[in-house]
């Protein structure tokens, strides 16, 4: 059973910073693709960034390349995101997500729907 479990959301103040972690269990994050996602009320879920080749390997939305930094920590099993001089538009429930084992996080790398498992989600609201 895959279990994804988001923490370290909450409230921050424009310009400053946060780093979320997401915790997998039933699952070895670092042989298969992991992702962050947001969406944000009445807008559609975005891709921020996903990791993959036992964290060797990054990619970013355009975006949110420069303020958004995605890692691994493969001793703890767990995938962070890094936020920085975040802005109100940042406000948005965030997201962990993890492909099936197998599947190649080089097609449609930060497209949702090639994602199988997500967590609960974690709120960050900037104010």
């Known amino acids: 059973h895959v279990q994804l479990v988001e923490s370290g959301g909450g409230s921050v103040q424009a310009g400053g910073s946060l780093r979320l972690s997401c915790a997998a269990s039933?699952?070895?994050?670092?042989?298969?693709?992991m992702g962050w996602f947001r969406q944000a009320p009445g807008k559609e879920r975005e891709g921020i960034a996903a990791?993959?080749?036992?964290?060797?390997?990054?990619h970013y939305a355009a975006s949110m390349e420069g303020r958004f930094t995605i890692s691994q920590d493969n001793a703890n099993n767990t995938v962070n995101l890094r936020m920085s001089s975040v802005k109100p538009e940042d406000t948005a429930m965030y997201y962990c997500?993890?492909?099936?084992?197998?599947?190649?996080?080089?097609?449609?790398?930060?497209?949702?729907?090639?994602?199988?498992?997500w967590g609960q989600g974690t709120q960050v609201t900037v104010s």
């Open positions: 990791i993959y080749s036992g964290g060797r390997s990054t």
């Open positions: 039933g699952y070895t994050s670092s042989s298969n693709c």
């Open positions: 997500a993890a492909r099936m084992q197998g599947v190649d996080c080089r097609l449609g790398t930060l497209q949702w729907q090639y994602f199988t498992y």
